[in-house]
């Protein structure tokens, strides 16, 4: 099956050898290349791989909007969200989003649960709106939203609380909360390494970080104060693996579970 990644830039993605490494655990050929699509050229980059043959691809930052946009339909949870993060390429293109429940799946495999809790999200992006629908999805309290762009934290706070009436959503500076997510682009390679978290604000009980691959400044910081920190190499594996099935067929949560842990280790050793 040929299948790649669309984003800019795409270099430092480990995407490749995840889904070379899915590749020999399920025992299918993958063929699977990183192509570097500035913003505005996702539609024509597309077309040359629907016509080779491809099956799809993932799509990352900044092009979650313009692939929601280019799909002839969207999946009920990318619609929700506003952002795709997989194409499916057929007679149609299908705009899906497995980031939301590549989290909750994340989240349940480290057993942080965030049943009952309050949660505070930073970042007001496709990630953080993302983050917000898995964390309702998971029974959270409240989530709070807390973002440069006031308007942005705002609308994302407002377009969730039509869905889940029964999380409280809220937007603003931020609050103290037993369950942190960062969602900005902060720590990531290119972006500064600070970590977005107010000095004054009390530890929370867990700290997750949508970076993987390195050690930022939010996660030293959580750990300073004394949470518990995951960073995003689970999610990265788990929507990956929802990606897969949105492409072939669906694996099961037993054997999904079953082949997290073999990628964790291989790609992230």
Same mark, same amino acid.
């Given at each position: 099956m040929k299948l790649g990644l669309f984003g800019f830039p795409v270099g430092h993605s480990r995407s490749p050898r995840l889904f070379a490494r899915l590749a020999t655990l399920i025992k299918k050929p993958i063929s699977y290349e990183a192509v570097a699509v500035p913003l505005g050229t996702l539609a024509a980059a597309a077309r040359l791989r629907r016509a080779a043959g491809w099956r799809g691809v993932n799509v990352t930052a900044p092009l979650k909007a313009e692939a929601a946009a280019y799909a002839d339909r969207l999946t009920p949870a990318a619609r929700a969200l506003g952002a795709v993060n997989v194409l499916r390429f057929? $007679?149609?293109?299908?705009?899906?989003? *497995?980031?939301?429940?590549? %989290?909750?799946?994340?989240?349940?495999?480290?057993?942080?649960?965030? =049943?009952?809790? /309050?949660? %505070?999200?930073?970042? &007001?992006?496709?990630?953080? =709106?993302?983050?917000?629908?898995? %964390?309702?999805?998971?029974?959270? =309290?409240?989530?709070?939203?807390?973002?440069?762009?006031?308007?942005?934290? $705002?609308?994302? &706070?407002?377009?969730?609380?039509? #869905?889940?009436?029964? *999380?409280?959503?809220? &937007?603003?500076?931020?609050?103290?909360?037993? #369950?942190? #997510?960062?969602?900005?682009?902060?720590?990531?390679?290119?972006?500064?390494?600070? /970590? @977005?978290? @107010?000095?004054? %604000?009390?530890?929370p009980e867990a700290a997750v970080d949508l970076v993987y691959g390195r050690r930022t400044a939010f996660q030293r910081d959580a750990a300073a104060r004394g949470a518990r920190v995951e960073d995003g190499a689970a999610m990265l594996v788990y929507q990956a693996l929802r990606a897969w099935e949105f492409w072939d067929k669906p694996l099961g949560g037993r054997r999904r579970a079953a082949l997290a842990g073999p990628l964790m280790k291989e790609v992230f050793k």
């Open positions: 057929g $007679r149609g293109v299908v705009g899906h989003n *497995t980031d939301a429940q590549g %989290l909750r799946d994340a989240l349940k495999s480290a057993g942080v649960k965030a =049943r009952g809790k /309050s949660t %505070l999200v930073f970042g &007001a992006g496709g990630a953080a =709106r993302a983050a917000g629908w898995a %964390l309702a999805r998971e029974g959270a =309290r409240s989530v709070r939203f807390t973002a440069r762009t006031a308007s942005r934290a $705002r609308r994302t &706070a407002n377009d969730l609380r039509k #869905i889940f009436p029964r *999380t409280r959503f809220s &937007a603003g500076a931020g609050a103290p909360a037993e #369950i942190w #997510i960062n969602a900005t682009p902060l720590g990531m390679k290119g972006f500064p390494d600070r /970590s @977005p978290a @107010p000095k004054h %604000l009390p530890s």
